[in-house]
């Protein structure tokens, strides 16, 4: 193949797909990995995508500080945000006492919770009608509102949280690097879920392809610092943490080897 198709393939890839590690491209053009590294590297160069280490992603989505609707951040890539919401609903037992964060792929959790005998904190509105609907037991978080995402923020909200011990955390992102970990665009809804995540047994980040490669302006916390869940997404993501990826074949498991 040709360098300037091979090329072509790639940013027609990525575009599709949100973002690509090294391997992946590798097998798709049947080319080596240092070749599929030159021309990313070139492609970035020309100012064509956003390199990161191991892979890329499109230059619109390297930096995000936009946030949209619930209502309209639930279409997108809504299949594989069903997926992860079905497989992350399985996680939660009667006993746990679980923090479900707001966000689109949190909320579709809400329709696989029904008569779930766990306690519900969140700061989600439509986590909570949800959830109350569903007859779960749920509490939401004092603060202030934020309406583009029906979230509870600021200092009160971080307060109570403060209160709480929780077994599991289920956290939106908007943007996941190697380097970055998760980030957010707005300070306010930051600080919960960096709140929350330190005062849970157990964190999970629900997020779609396309948050893989984006920054947002605000760091949540380190990639460590919990489970991946999602439908795919880069190598690097997948040797740096324990990664759960669910596909149409079924669960796939990644631990912090890269196994």
Request: glycine share 8%.
């Amino acid at each position: 193949m040709l360098t300037p198709e091979r090329r072509k393939r790639i940013l027609t890839y990525i575009e599709e797909h949100g973002a690509a590690d090294v391997a992946t491209l590798a097998r798709l053009l049947g080319a080596s990995e240092s070749t599929v590294r030159r021309d990313l590297t070139a492609l970035a160069s020309q100012g064509q995508l956003h390199k990161f280490h191991g892979g890329a992603a499109p230059v619109e989505k390297a930096f995000s500080n936009r946030e949209d609707s619930v209502s309209v951040k639930v279409t997108r890539c809504y299949e594989e945000k069903l997926r992860i919401a079905r497989y992350a609903a399985t996680l939660v037992n009667d006993d746990d006492f679980v923090f479900l964060d707001a966000g689109s792929t949190t909320f579709l959790m809400t329709r696989f919770l029904k008569g779930n005998g766990a306690t519900f904190v969140t700061n989600g509105m439509p986590q909570a009608v949800a959830l109350a609907e569903a007859g779960c037991h749920v509490m939401i978080l004092g603060g202030d509102l934020k309406s583009s995402t029906e979230a509870v923020v600021g200092g009160v909200a971080a307060q109570h949280l403060q209160r709480y011990n929780f077994s599991k955390a289920f956290i939106g992102a908007n943007g996941i690097t190697n380097k970055e970990g998760f980030t957010t665009p707005e300070t306010g809804e930051a600080t919960v879920k960096a709140i929350a995540m330190e005062r849970s047994f157990a964190s999970f980040v629900l997020a779609d392809h396309t948050k893989f490669g984006r920054i947002a302006a605000m760091r949540v916390a380190p990639l460590n610092a919990a489970c991946v869940i999602c439908d795919s997404c880069p190598e690097e993501i997948r040797r740096a943490t324990v990664v759960k990826e669910v596909t149409e074949d079924g669960i796939h498991d990644h631990t912090e080897s890269g196994a």
